[in-house]
């Protein structure tokens, strides 16, 4: 798949969750955009149900993560089910909605820099909230930070 093919079912995978945290009265600390770029840097945004090293989804949740953020769930399961983390982490709408309470609660300022952004939001999800200052795998902060860079160029235009 191309890179611009990857960037743009990204983004459309986004969009969708977008519209349906719109929905909701939450505060949702993480952008659309950002979401995105999280999404390609973990997983390729990869929508294949799938669990590497029990970080599953398309966001690469933990199950402390989805525990931290309140244990969200599909409609019909429960909090206490077996299976409700690895539904709740497959499900791009629950997995974005995870990952928001997980900002609510852990956003910080990890950089230094004054203001609290994407680029803190992903060292916290992939560093942890205690971590987010160390410094990430190279391979993994380049795709994401080229996917930053795409976007806002997009966005001036």
């Known amino acids: 798949m191309s ?10 995978v986004v969009m969708i969750v977008g519209v349906a945290m719109a929905d909701s009265a939450d505060k949702k600390p993480i952008t ?32 402390d993560q989805w525990v931290d953020s ?4 599909l ?11 690895t539904n709740c982490a497959n499900d791009p709408y629950c997995a974005a909605d995870t990952l928001q ?3 609510v609660k852990y956003g910080q ?5 004054q203001k609290e952004n994407c680029f803190d939001y992903n060292a916290i999800h992939y560093m942890g909230p205690f971590n987010c200052q ?8 380049s795709i994401f ?5 795409r976007v806002l160029l997009e966005n001036q235009r």
């Open 3 to 12: 890179e611009n093919s990857s960037l743009l079912l990204c983004l459309c």
């Open 32 to 63: 659309e955009s950002c979401l995105g770029c999280m999404c390609e840097a973990l997983s390729g945004c990869n929508a294949t149900a799938i669990c590497v090293n029990g970080a599953c989804g398309i966001f690469r949740l933990t199950w």
């Open 70 to 73: 309140g244990r969200l769930t």
């Open 75 to 85: 409609p019909g399961d429960s909090p206490l089910s077996e299976n409700s983390f």
């Open 101 to 103: 309470s997980y900002m």
């Open 109 to 113: 300022d990890c950089n230094n820099d």
């Open 134 to 141: 160390a410094d990430m795998p190279y391979t993994y902060e």
């Open 145 to 149: 930070n080229k996917c930053i860079k």
